[in-house]
């Protein structure tokens, strides 16, 4: 299966998507801070001519734009909806990892008709007071030096989230890293100000939350499923942060499985 790279114009710049052809409702992938959508291209050749699939990188990551200033949740959102727009994405599932949960909640919440499901992998359902701490903990970006400080602290950042997985990976993430130093720093300041908690309760599509067994929010999924309990759960192996690429088949089939249950519950 050949994965098309291309650019969708929106007012505010540029984004730059992946996409693998195939029938009926398309699965839109939404990726973790400071990855980009190249996160997706195992899930997507697991899921090859299942359904039309676009994973997208999120402006300030990969090679979208990067915004000026200190972009909110509601603005994410509202660039991946220019972007499905032009695209012609009437209605979709979205497949979040880590922030793109947030981005998929915050386009649940505001456009609920373009939004048949989401289905998460990694969820930051931080309390209030936890969620706060998280926000004051978030740093200026690193400016770039002569001699490289800023790409050590960078490395000892991805290091500390991945632990001892793939060089290839590391080298994927360090990079992706790189290439979003004020794009990061966005994107956790947008993390950090939206209730998760209170967003999620107000989604009315189905949900699926997905965790690997070893994700740093794994204590947070159990939360998750005790306070929402029509959301369905399940754990998969062990695939920490990265599971999306790690266990990219056990992801595919759970997304596969939760969809064809809602078309079958729809007949």
């Known amino acids: 299966m050949t994965i098309i790279k291309a650019y969708v114009d929106i007012p505010d710049g540029q984004i730059h998507y992946r996409h693998a052809p195939g029938n009926g409702q398309p699965i839109v992938f939404l990726h973790r801070t400071p990855s980009s959508s190249l996160s997706f291209e195992p899930m997507m050749r697991a899921l090859a001519g299942d359904r039309p699939l676009y994973a997208f990188d999120t402006p300030g990551f990969g090679q979208s734009f990067t915004p000026p200033g200190m972009p909110s949740m509601a603005d994410y959102g509202n660039w991946m909806k220019s972007a499905f727009d032009v695209l012609k994405i009437e209605t979709c599932a979205i ?13 649940a919440l505001s456009s ?27 740093r200026a970006p690193l400016a770039p030096d002569g001699e490289g400080a800023y790409a050590r602290e960078t490395w000892k950042m991805v290091a500390s989230l991945l632990g001892e997985i793939d060089p290839l990976l590391i080298h994927q993430e360090f990079m992706g890293a790189m290439n979003s130093i004020t794009g990061r720093h966005q994107a956790f300041a947008a993390v950090g100000d939206q209730d998760l908690p209170s967003a999620l309760a107000k989604v009315r599509c189905p949900v699926l939350a997905l ?37 990219a088949e056990a992801n595919a089939q759970a997304l596969r499985s939760f969809l064809s249950k809602l078309n079958q519950n729809e007949k």
């Open 211 to 247: 965790t690997a067994c070893d994700d740093m929010f794994r204590d947070k999924f159990d939360v998750l499923l005790s306070d929402i309990p029509t959301i369905a759960g399940h754990v998969l192996g062990a695939g920490g942060i990265c599971s999306p690429e790690r266990d």
């Open 112 to 138: 609920p008709h373009r939004v048949s499901a989401l289905i998460f992998n990694g969820i930051a359902y931080y309390a209030t007071e936890e969620r706060l701490a998280f926000r004051a903990r978030i």
């Open 95 to 107: 497949f979040g990892n880590h922030t793109g949960v947030h981005i998929a909640v915050e386009m």
